[in-house]
């Protein structure tokens, strides 16, 4: 089988409607954020279900649990959401990969929804029961938890099958017998183990951030504080160092030691292990995590840059005709719907959080929510008058 013309073949006629480069930046970028939020969540849950369990015996565990039963909600909230946008990207320059990969695990890609909808309700449930003491309320979280792994490693395997164009066809035809199952299910045990160990670093510098943002409000003891900045230290420094090996067994599978990415990678986790043990800044630690985050992604696409090269396939081949109007209306919604609704709940959440008493929004704040629901409003009429434009357009 010929894989490259197999690639170019399934690849979309129609082309992209703007400079492929620019999707691929928009995925690196999209991915670290979406991922971001996975890891906070994989690393939020099981301290929730931890301070469950000692919440009787310990004061500090108990108002930990609560607080990040709330942060993995809320991270699930944002990981769904901000999932979509990478998946979006990855579709319009890796298009075959991806339904190829649909196609050959379909049942399990199906099966992700559900798995995903079963465990974000039953954090829910969770989130209730530990709140009302039900003895069945660690049950509960676990199965969860059990159950937001699953989805991960579903993922995961998707993304990795992906990228194995050469075995394409012995999935989907082994022996030469066609397998409609949907079941194929292929995953990469130390791409995955590094993916996911990173929530550990993730985790426990958020709880850097968390006491420094506390520490300013009401209600909170310096023994509390102290017991969290201590637990989150722990966590990010063991975290770094089980991540940097993980990685160190990853690269070297794939001969890529000495790539500078890779050097760029491993110099930031050593940086960050150094902020984390001097007990730096936790919000300058938090950008250097953010790079961290971008250069990670950027690596992935680089190993898929890499392997797909070799069967002749570029995205920068892609056929291009551009489309002002999507593009325009697209950097819109990016920039002034995004950047600005982002920008007050960010504002809000930050000037609330450091005001001890009640808090009374300022000119800044009032002036960013009435441009955030004026800029919404006018989006949404323009959205809606342009598809009305067009169907009338197309139909008359």
């Known amino acids: 089988m010929d894989i490259g013309l197999v690639l170019n073949t399934l690849r979309d006629p129609a082309g992209v409607p703007f400079y492929p480069i620019v999707f691929q930046a928009l995925y690196i970028l999209t991915w670290a954020l979406h991922i971001a939020f996975v890891l906070l969540a994989l690393g939020s849950i099981p301290l929730a279900l931890i301070g469950s369990a000692k919440k009787a015996v310990d004061e500090n565990w108990k108002i930990l649990s609560s607080h990040m039963t709330q942060v993995a909600k809320i991270s699930v909230s944002l990981l769904i959401v901000l999932g979509v946008a990478p998946l979006l990207f990855t579709q319009v320059i890796y298009d075959a990969n991806w339904y190829v990969t649909n196609t050959i695990s379909g049942l399990w890609v199906v099966a992700f929804i559900y798995i995903l909808i079963l465990a974000y309700s039953l954090w829910y449930w969770f989130y209730y029961a530990n709140r009302d003491n039900s003895p069945m309320a660690g049950i509960i979280g676990i199965v969860s938890f059990v159950a937001f792994i699953g989805a991960g490693v579903l993922m995961h395997a998707f993304a990795n099958e992906s990228i194995q164009p050469e075995q394409w066809m012995n999935w989907y035809a082994p022996n030469g017998v066609v397998d409609t199952s949907g079941t194929v299910l292929h995953i990469d045990i130390l791409r995955l183990a590094f993916m996911v160990s990173l929530s550990a670093p993730v985790t426990g510098i958020f709880l850097l951030n968390y006491v420094d943002y506390t520490s300013k409000c009401d209600g909170y003891t310096a023994e509390y504080l102290a017991f969290v900045k201590n637990l989150g230290k722990k966590i990010a420094i063991v975290g770094l160092l089980v991540s940097a090996v993980l990685f160190a067994a990853w690269i070297l599978t794939l001969h890529m030691l000495l790539n500078p990415l890779v050097l760029a990678i491993v110099l930031f986790v050593l940086i960050l292990l150094f902020m984390v043990i001097k007990e730096s800044n936790s919000y300058i630690t938090t950008l250097v995590l953010v790079v961290t985050a971008l250069l990670i992604s950027t690596l992935r696409e680089v190993i898929r840059m890499n392997i797909m090269s070799k069967y002749g396939y570029s995205i920068y081949d ?79």
């Open 318 to 396: 892609y056929p291009m005709n551009i489309d002002w109007p999507t593009v325009i209306m697209f950097l819109s919604t990016f920039v002034c719907v995004g950047f600005t609704g982002v920008g007050f709940m960010l504002t809000l959440a930050w000037r609330a959080g450091r005001t001890k008493g009640l808090y009374t929004a300022d000119g800044t704040v009032t002036k960013l929510a009435n441009a955030t629901v004026g800029i919404t409003i006018i989006w949404a009429l323009v959205f809606l008058a342009w598809g009305l434009v067009v169907v009338f357009k197309n139909t008359l």
